[in-house]
């Protein structure tokens, strides 16, 4: 069942909450050893919840009578929350009532949180079931889910591959039908890099769409939450329970309507060249061609597009970027267990005057009104998600594979070597962040020739602020 499908199944009565949790909890049982997507499992809290779930709808439907639970259009009417007994997972950087929150990370205390996050507690109520917490990389700092806690998150279309990050966890479970959607959060990637890496929709809304997903200790704004799922109707229906649409129907009602005809910017400038030059592979290029013949063929216009950043655009964000790992609550004599990366990110931004990151702070703010100007010429801007295919796992860290778990004498790599290769990766998402703009990645090639054989590559696309309907809509018209 799509997830879309599956929730008006459990709406219907056809499906209970329990059958549904059960479900995916023998799926993750029988799959997460290989993919290494889940760190936590939360099973008996599940099936507790679900049994609750369908007690609610039980009295309900005696409140009701027999018409009372058939509410396929996604409202209200019957009572139930939108997203009745809809089982999914959060990334282990969110905190889940009663669930240690690790955020991939051995140095800290590994204590269960005492409140739900404000994502968790959003869909909640409205409806959800969580089966527990997925792998993500080191604070969320890096584009491949691999820490020294757990074994790294693998791609499910070729597990010596990298499920990207720092939603890498979810991604995976989510394509590997672990889960039938899942909520991510992305502050220079984390959505759309493991969604493009997995062959899913990723959405990651504009700055300010989804207040639940916003985070501490971001001065630049860069995190928002937005959902990966298969499909653009299963990401509408996601979205539907995390923010209003615009339009004032919801998402899912929207997102098949046809949109109007485009003018798209095709570009494969990025704010990193200067400092990470980078060549774009054969397969990405592939992508974008299939993208950009799918685009056409609906009707759009697809124009070469010359996008000028500043060169100062890398030092600045990663200055604002790393700013949170400096602050870090964390004991002096557990700083050696963290990664290599964390380690100098954490020294470097401890190492930097507050007048420092303020003047970066600022030249973002710049950047993000020079690049909205620039992309204003077109109704949405075209690149590749990815200049590269799927890195194999511990290709970012030099890294042993032994066993899959990544004891410290593994972590051989060096940390600028490390943050180089997952921008020359991913040299198209974080700017993203920095504009405040929400982008979509769609899943439009297969290395094999044919949709689910091979690595997926896909395309991106950023429209302006408000154009999250619109992005999930053109999606939905080239068949995702």
């Known amino acids: 069942m799509s997830a879309v499908q599956l929730r008006n199944s459990l709406r219907s009565g056809e499906l209970s909450a329990r059958e549904a949790t059960g479900h995916f909890l023998a799926r993750i049982a029988e799959r997460n050893p290989l993919l290494g997507a889940f760190v936590t499992v939360t099973a008996e809290q599940a099936m507790a919840d679900a049994g609750a779930a369908d007690e609610l709808y039980a009295r309900l439907r005696k409140g009701l009578g027999n018409a009372g639970a058939a509410d396929h259009a996604g409202g209200t009417a019957d009572g139930l929350p939108l997203l009745h007994g809809m089982p999914l997972a959060f990334k282990d950087l969110t905190d889940v009532a009663g669930v240690v929150t690790t955020h991939g990370s051995a140095a800290l205390d590994h204590k269960p949180a005492p409140i739900d996050g404000a994502l968790t507690a959003a869909l909640k109520a409205e409806g959800v079931i969580s089966l527990g917490k997925t792998q993500v990389p080191e604070f969320g700092l890096t584009a491949y889910s691999e820490n020294r806690i757990a074994p790294p998150s693998r791609n499910p279309h070729a597990p010596s591959r990298s499920s990207g990050g720092s939603s890498g966890g979810s991604a995976a479970a989510v394509a590997d039908r ?11 990637g984390s959505i759309r890099i493991p969604a493009a890496a997995c062959g899913l929709v990723g959405l990651k809304p504009g ?68 400092t990470f ?32 950043y500043d060169n100062r655009y890398p030092d600045a964000f990663t200055t604002a970027w ?32 507050a007048s420092k990151l303020n003047e970066s702070l600022a030249f973002l703010r710049q950047i993000q009104r020079d690049t909205i ?4 010429a077109w109704d949405l801007m075209l690149m590749p998600s990815l200049a590269q295919t799927p890195r194999p796992v511990g290709w970012f860290t030099g890294a042993s594979h032994g066993d899959g778990r990544w004891p410290a004498a593994a972590w051989a790599g060096d940390a600028d070597d490390d943050y180089r290769r997952q921008c020359e990766f991913a040299p198209w998402s974080s700017m993203v962040n920095v504009c405040g703009l929400p982008a979509i990645t769609i899943p439009v090639y297969w290395t094999g020739g044919q949709p689910g054989t091979g690595l997926p590559m896909g395309i991106q696309l950023v429209g302006p602020g408000g154009s999250e309907l619109l992005l999930l809509q053109v999606a939905a018209q080239l068949g995702f």
Do not use: C, K, N
Not at 178 to 188: I, N, Q, R
Not at 224 to 233: F, H, I, M, T
Not at 279 to 305: F, S
């Open 322 to 353: 790393t700013a949170a790992v400096g602050s870090a609550r964390i004991s002096p004599h557990r700083e050696a267990l963290l990664a290599p990366l964390t380690q100098t990110f954490r020294r470097r931004a401890q190492q930097r005057s």
């Open 178 to 188: 672990l889960l039938p959607f899942a909520p991510g959060t992305d502050g220079g």
């Open 207 to 274: 700055r300010g769409v989804v207040p639940s997903g916003e985070s501490l200790g971001d001065p630049a704004g860069l995190v928002v939450a937005g959902p990966l799922a298969r499909s653009a109707a299963d990401a509408a229906l996601l979205m539907d329970s995390l923010a209003p649409s615009p339009e004032g129907s919801s998402y899912l009602d929207a997102v098949a309507q046809e949109p109007r005809p485009l003018r798209i910017g095709l570009t494969l400038d990025s704010p990193w060249s200067a």
């Open 373 to 376: 100007t620039q992309y204003a």
């Open 277 to 308: 030059p980078f060549t774009t592979e054969p397969e990405a290029l592939a992508a974008l061609q299939a993208g950009r013949d799918m685009l056409e063929h609906a009707g759009h216009a697809v124009t070469e597009a010359a996008i000028r």
